[in-house]
């Protein structure tokens, strides 16, 4: 038998890392709570990191094509808010389009700063994390939401409903992860996204048009919150202004604990969705064995490092050298 080498543990944690850290945890939490592996408790959390895994899915695209994206939060607020508001005003029917046309020029307008004019993406998303906020909160005049008529309207089963007793967040995390996956691994777009991350400038000498595939990667961002916030407004039928701040820490810890470099160019939809699960069983794996909640917060900051280091360490090809 072959006996392993350090550059094949290192490949093997590169390639497969997050897989077995998944595994880690799953057997760990198991064994401190027998409660952590029943069918209920997969589904809840399943249910309770669709809103998370949404924004996630998009902001993978970005990430992949050499990008960040930090107003995620503050956009996810926003839709929420306004299909809240607009549900009462022009009806559920009308609201919940007019919600994703008002987030999705929101996505078009970073597109555009991050795409065409060529600006630090970092930047343009760290300003319009702030702009957006104030948008919300001058839209909404510093109030909280809430739909007036909750029993009669059919906008809760987004949040609330369940199909073939699956529940409705849960399904459609899946068929989006599903749609997504596909239009990343098997379609040219998808092979312009990670073209671009991998060397921009090879890519626009090779015919792509980078300007482009950026805009429409900020758009699907965009697409993804506007989905996330429907979930979000459906679920609790009214929320505060403020409801998505500091998520976009969390969905980029689940997009970089899927594999997605920060360097640009790697990264698939389906590990990104392990990243999410991550994320979703140490939160409530730390709660079944009696820690703080506010324990969750020095726990995800403590896996970004990792994830960063270990990024970063097999990029450049030094995952088991002390000074990687």
Known sequence: ?????????????????????????????????PKFLTLDNFENVVRSSAILGVMALGVTFVVISGNLDLSVGSMMSFSTIVVLDLHDKLGPTLAI???????????????????????????????????????????SGGKNMDIADKEGTWFSIFGQGNILGIQTPILIFIALA?????????????????????????????????????????????????TAGLIQASRSMGSQNTVGQGLELEVLAAVILGGASLLGGSGTIFKTVIGVLILGFIQNGLLLVGLDFSVQY???????????????????????????
Do not use: E
């Open 97 to 139: 389009p007019a919600m994703f046309a008002m987030t999705l020029c929101l996505g078009a307008l970073i597109g555009i700063l991050v795409g065409y004019l060529k600006l630090n993406s970092l930047i343009v998303t760290l300003g319009m994390l702030s702009a957006i906020h104030g948008l919300t909160l001058t839209y």
């Open 298 to 324: 020095v726990v995800t900051w403590i896996i970004i490092i990792l994830a960063v280091w270990l990024d970063i360490a097999a990029k450049r090809g030094k995952l088991m050298s002390p000074i990687a």
């Open 178 to 226: 599903a749609l997504l996956g596909i239009i990343l691994a098997k379609t040219p777009f998808g092979r312009k996204v990670y073209a671009v991350g991998g060397n921009g400038t090879a890519a626009t000498f090779s015919g792509i048009r980078r300007a482009r595939v950026v805009f429409l990667c900020y758009i699907m961002s965009a697409l993804c919150v506007a």
């Open 1 to 33: 038998m072959a006996k392993l080498t350090k550059q094949d543990i290192g490949k093997l944690l590169a390639k497969q890392g997050i897989l077995i850290a998944f595994a880690l945890f799953i057997i760990g939490f198991t064994i401190a709570n």
